[in-house]
């Protein structure tokens, strides 16, 4: 897909969500340098992507679905 396809899915709730997860995941980074608790955030950092796909869905999928 092209990059100008990719814009409509970066809405600014979409953006908003992500930044959401960004956060959480600091606060993790956080965590881990005050050595509170081991958590291991580079197997969360595909969470960053996952407000993409339900925008995708919400926006492609379901209309698609309602058609029917």
Wanted: aromatic fraction near 10%.
């Amino acid at each position: 897909m092209r990059i100008e396809n990719w814009k409509r899915f970066l809405t600014e709730p979409a953006i908003t969500e992500m930044s959401a997860v960004g956060g959480v995941l600091i606060i993790g980074i956080g965590i881990n340098l005050l050595e509170l608790k081991k958590i291991k955030i580079g197997n969360m950092l595909p969470a960053i992507f996952i407000p993409i796909i339900y925008f995708v869905i919400s926006i492609e999928i379901v209309p698609f679905l309602l058609r029917f």
